[in-house]
């Protein structure tokens, strides 16, 4: 109906069936703008090391599956199902994190046998899958044409998503770093056009008096075979005077190799990763270097992992279940050598870890009688933990 000359249209549920690449964009970007800089951002050098660095680190870590009240590790057949797919758990883990950085969310469908138990992960790739969410009525439903003909329920479905605007759909972080990768693709085309020149810059040959359009195309002619891309050292003969006027500012005054640069710090605020890990040594020592991998561990690194944790353990597991799936990150810091001796010689001082413990931490064997636990009393004899049945002065 019409109200005040304007079209009144009754909505009864609001419905996304977008996938992350396709949503528009509120920055004012075109939905093909956004798909063009989707393709072009990972052939920049900062952004695929960016998503190389997260999306290695995470599918190397180790997954381990606990048991809530005592965090044993446990062998269960939940963990089977990372080496049963058509991927390795590696580039499963891989692709599942890649795709969440650069189109939003990561998709695996999680194939169940006849009692419900997860039997195996089926990967699906960006366009194999579409998701619908009915915000009205807080429903979500996906359609994966290769592993069902109907819809699918989220229960069955692993979505690694971050960066949300409603809750349960996610933007890949080239959504928000539009204008910034702009900048950066601009630069490296200018620097490819500068060097492909032959360090050349644009501008015009102006002469002191008035020159007949033959002559205008015969010093047009000669110019432009002395100084094409491929005859960068030749010389131009001209045969009256001129001058040449230059249009364009050569490398340093546009300040190209200073853009390029802050292009990489960029990027590296976005990913949230130091530009030291993206190749950026400008400012560096051995400390910084160490400083950011622990960084890098804690505040890049830690977030994912929780988010990561979070999905599988309630589709895999769920609330009632006495189990829950631990991905190790201390795997992620075994390169800081001084830091893990440091951190293992204080655990075992101190009864926390047994020396079979930290031996294990670190991907040693066993040894005989390394399972006891060392407290710093000065009597030897009452040093282990376990069967020490004695009082010491200090008790009594």
């Given amino acids: 109906m019409k109200l005040f000359g304007y079209t009144i249209e009754k909505r009864s549920e609001e419905t996304s069936n977008l996938t992350p690449a396709e949503e528009p964009n509120g920055a004012g970007f075109s939905l093909g703008y956004y798909v063009k800089q989707l393709q072009v951002s990972t052939t920049l050098s900062a952004v695929f090391a960016a998503v190389e660095l997260i999306s290695n680190s995470l599918a190397q870590l180790p997954i381990h599956i606990r048991k809530k009240k005592t965090n044993e590790l446990v062998e269960h057949p939940i963990e089977k199902i990372f080496y049963t797919s058509l991927l390795s758990k590696f580039i499963l883990m891989k692709q599942l994190v890649v795709d969440m950085l650069l189109n939003g969310s990561g998709i695996a469908y999680i194939k169940r046998n006849a009692s419900g138990q997860p039997e195996k992960l089926i990967y699906c790739a960006k366009g194999e899958w579409s998701r619908t969410y009915d915000s009205?009525?807080?429903?979500?439903?996906?359609?994966?044409?290769?592993?069902?003909?109907?819809?699918?329920?989220?229960?069955?479905?692993?979505?690694?998503?971050?960066?949300?605007?409603?809750?349960?759909e996610g933007k890949g972080l080239i959504f928000y770093a539009l204008r910034a990768l702009s900048i950066y693709n601009s630069a490296e085309n200018a620097a490819q056009s500068y060097y492909e020149s032959g360090c050349q810059v644009n501008g015009i040959l102006k002469s002191s008096r008035r020159l007949s359009k033959k002559q205008e195309e015969a010093i047009k002619t000669a110019w432009n075979t002395a100084h094409n891309a491929y005859s960068t050292n030749s010389i131009a003969v001209m045969d009256i005077d001129l001058d040449y006027v230059p249009l364009s500012g050569n490398a340093n005054d546009s300040q190209l190799l200073e853009t390029r640069k802050f292009s990489i710090q960029e990027v590296a605020r976005y990913f949230?990763?130091?530009?030291?890990?993206?190749?950026?040594?400008?400012?560096?020592?051995?400390?910084?270097?160490?400083?950011?991998?622990?960084?890098?561990?804690?505040?890049?690194?830690?977030?994912?992992?929780?988010?990561?944790?979070?999905?599988?353990?309630?589709?895999?597991?769920?609330?009632?279940?006495?189990?829950?799936?631990?991905?190790?990150?201390?795997?992620?810091?075994?390169?800081?050598?001084?830091?893990?001796?440091?951190?293992?010689?204080?655990?075992?001082?101190?009864?926390?870890?047994?020396?079979?413990?930290?031996?294990?931490?670190?991907?040693?064997?066993?040894?005989?009688?390394?399972?006891?636990?060392?407290?710093?009393?000065?009597?030897?004899?009452?040093?282990?933990?376990?069967?020490?049945?004695?009082?010491?002065?200090?008790?009594k």
């Fill in 272 to 395: 949230n990763i130091s530009p030291i890990l993206l190749g950026d040594l400008s400012h560096t020592s051995y400390n910084s270097i160490e400083q950011s991998q622990l960084e890098f561990v804690l505040h890049t690194l830690g977030p994912y992992i929780e988010l990561i944790q979070d999905e599988f353990n309630r589709k895999l597991f769920g609330w009632g279940s006495e189990y829950y799936i631990d991905i190790d990150e201390t795997h992620a810091m075994l390169a800081d050598k001084t830091s893990t001796a440091n951190y293992l010689s204080t655990m075992t001082k101190n009864g926390i870890l047994s020396i079979n413990e930290a031996r294990h931490y670190i991907g040693m064997q066993p040894i005989e009688g390394g399972d006891t636990h060392i407290i710093p009393f000065t009597d030897l004899s009452q040093n282990t933990i376990e069967g020490n049945d004695k009082n010491t002065e200090a008790e």
């Fill in 136 to 168: 009205l009525n807080g429903i979500i439903q996906y359609q994966i044409p290769k592993c069902s003909t109907s819809t699918i329920g989220p229960e069955d479905v692993i979505d690694l998503y971050k960066n949300t605007t409603n809750g349960v």
